[in-house]
């Protein structure tokens, strides 16, 4: 049997500021945005090439909006990710990483190479630089 991991809530304020912020300024393509009643409203976004969506909304089980910490998403080019979302106005971090358990600038070696960013409520994420697979699929 699979489990995956396909929604992750993400508590947010303001749902149409966050649709915007995840749509137009990190690039996530919307699905759906469903009110089924006043206060009721789904709205699900899913990063280009991933298989887990995050849904922000009203009337859905959350925590305390910009709570949700460590959220991360996996590219193949860090730096070019990094230009993407400056270019979109998202307040990014520089290329880090971790040496002894201490963030230091710069690119470090496979899997360890960083961007980091908020969402208007204080939800963060890292971005995450993976190696090219052998062969160069994947």
Known sequence: MDWKLEVVVVPVSDVDRAKRFYSEQVGFD??????????????????????????????????VPGSLKGLQLVVTDVEAARAQLAERGVEVS?????????????????????????????????????PEPVGGTG
């Open 30 to 63: 919307v699905d759906i945005d469903t009110r089924l009643g006043p206060e009721f409203r789904v709205v699900q976004l899913t990063p280009p090439g991933s298989g887990c969506s995050i849904t922000v909304g009203t009337g859905l089980p959350q925590g």
């Open 94 to 130: 520089g290329v880090k990483h971790f040496a002894d358990g201490v963030q230091q600038d710069g690119h470090g070696g496979p899997w360890n190479s960083f961007v980091f960013f908020d969402d208007p409520d204080g939800n963060s994420w890292a971005v995450q630089e993976r």
